[in-house]
């Protein structure tokens, strides 16, 4: 039955009811304005800003070093203080560059991952790995069903293309950007390496200047990102405004030397310009980032967080909160069943074992005895048969004889003594070759008996090693699962089989990027070689702090990085390159195989 079309009356409550609500929006939004400054003065971007410096100073790793000689500083002793001052500010420069880098290729790879997957794929993440509006806004849309442009499925996975795809074009451009920077840094520093330690005076002057153009090509690269964006964008919120860097103060460049004042002003600027570039990277990139742990498993969390609270409210019910005595029952009997187990299986049996290793000797003087007390038996036998036989036979036995045949002759003269038992019993030998044979009997008893001693006794230590399996098989699953805590880092820094792994696809990536660069060397790509350098220094930086700590420990270190840093100089050909990648996967400890480890 179809519905009534709305009155006009209820439209116009509709429309009311949204004007009341955007009004009293947009009074709550201008009041909490007014407590902050101007958006000229762009508050909260420095504030993100001073906060993503103080994490990574809290942060602050090795990265790979700056291209320069050991002997630099002892070159530049009459201007120690601001050399020393230079190269702190390339190597934050460097630092930063690679953290910025990783930080938007980790977002850019997630990205990508997320175009790879199915239309299923793709709808699962719009609906359910964007956080709780996101759902509702994709439930009702997926419920609306179709349109005159086509159904809700299709237009839901027309949106998740568009939304990927648009941050996955920002990003990477701003990683070719990132890239071509890096590389132009890295070969200006080896370039002015050598002319640092002969003319350091000339040198560092020009060295400021040529890092200051980098930066203003660096700004043109990143500026046409604002035209990039589109008007319907999936972008919340708007873009920060232009990067404009600082120029070098008015100086004759040309000059051979320049005070120290200049050349601290020059300093000085360059890291206001750092300080700029990394508030506006920040910026373009939390816009672009990938969602959070917490808003990609909002649902898991939401589902742990009521079983949690349904817990609480059972614990609560059978506490003394409640008046119940439960919970201290349940916690005495598990406490009686653990004293129990612990006595059982663990405490008894290392008893047991360590009475079976120490108490040897009284153990082996108990048997001594027994032993004894069989050999005075088998002595009783061996007269009785001795005397039974002479008497029997009527000559003289040696006392060696052997009692097997002297108990042929007693079960022979008892097998006639018993044609006639009555008779024999009272006057013949047959009472006399009954005893004989229960002695024999006692004979086989104890000797049985002390057999079956010694197994006992032998196995006393398997018995007690038996009851205490159960205690040692615990034992050992807590400890593996210790174990696995310990080595669940599954990163290329880690001490697992997987970490392992990482640092060995690490090198297979700095081997095939040397090869794209040389490809794109060869094909006259000037642009493209640029990048593909700078994102092998990338990976190079990467590899360099993976395997730092373990080539360390191994003792390998001094040479592997120093092969590391061969891989990233621009003069060393592709070919030794190369072979220096090979040797690193079959020498060094830290990128061998797990199975190839000695």
Known sequence: MEESPASPSEVNENKDLKALISFYSNYLWTRVLDFLPSPDYNFLRRIRARAAASRRRHRSRACLPLPLPANLLDSCQPATTEASRVLDVLHEILERTFSNLHN????????????????????????????????????????????????????????????????????????????????????????YGEELVKDPQSSLPSLLGRINDLFFKLEASISHLHAMRLSNSSV????????????????????????????????????????????????????????????????????????????????????????????????????????????????????????????????????????????????????????????????????????????????????????????????GELARALLIQVQKLKLDTETAMLELNQILRANEINFAILAALPAFFLSLILLMLVRAWFKRDTRAEGRGRVARLQRRLLVVEVEKRIMQYQ???????????????????????????????????????????????????????????????SRMERVYDCLLPALQRQ
């Not at 849309?141 to 499925?153: I, N, T, V, Y």
């Not at 490809?519 to 360099?544: C, H, I």
Request: proline share 2%.
């Open 104 to 191: 938007v290729q980790k977002n850019l790879q997630f990205w990508e991952s997320r175009a790879e997957g199915s239309k299923g794929q793709k709808i699962k993440f719009m609906v359910l790995e964007r956080g709780p509006q996101a759902f509702v806004e994709g439930s009702i849309q997926l419920l609306r069903g179709s349109d005159g442009e086509g159904s809700s499925m299709q237009n839901m996975c027309l949106s998740a293309s568009a939304h990927i795809s648009e941050r996955i074009v920002v990003l990477t451009s701003l990683r070719s950007a990132l890239a071509t920077f890096l590389a132009q840094f890295y070969r200006k520093i080896d370039k």
């Open 236 to 427: 919340e919120g708007s873009y920060s405004l232009p990067l404009v860097f600082e120029n070098l103060p008015e100086i004759n460049q040309d000059r051979s030397q320049w005070t120290d004042s200049e050349i601290r002003d020059s300093i000085n600027l360059i890291s206001q310009n750092l300080e700029k570039l990394e508030s506006h990277l920040t910026f373009i990139v939390d816009k672009h980032r990938k969602p959070k742990r917490v808003t990609q498993y909002w649902i898991r969390y939401t589902c742990g967080a009521l079983g949690l609270s349904v817990c609480s409210v059972w614990l609560i019910r059978h506490s003394r909160l409640s008046g119940s005595h439960d919970i201290d029952n349940w916690v005495r009997e598990a406490k009686d069943s653990t004293v129990s187990f612990v006595r059982d299986h663990v405490e008894q049996p290392l008893l047991a074992i360590r009475d079976e290793l120490f108490e040897t000797f009284r153990q082996r003087h108990k048997g001594m005895m027994e032993l004894e007390e069989v050999q005075l038996t088998s002595n009783s036998l061996h007269r009785m048969l001795l005397a039974f036989s002479e008497q029997t036979k009527g000559q003289k036995f040696p006392e060696n004889a052997s009692d097997q045949e002297m108990l042929e002759i007693v079960m022979n003269r008892y097998e006639e003594e018993l044609k006639h038992p009555i008779h024999n019993l009272v006057n």
């Open 519 to 581: 490809t794109f060397v060869d094909q006259g790509m000037k642009k493209e070689a640029l990048d593909m350098f700078g994102m092998l220094l990338y990976s190079l930086d990467r590899l360099y702090h993976a395997v730092k700590g373990h080539a360390k420990a191994t003792g390998e270190w001094q040479w592997l990085s120093q092969d590391i840093l061969d891989l990233a100089k621009p003069s060393l050909q592709t070919a030794n390159k190369l072979r220096a990648t």
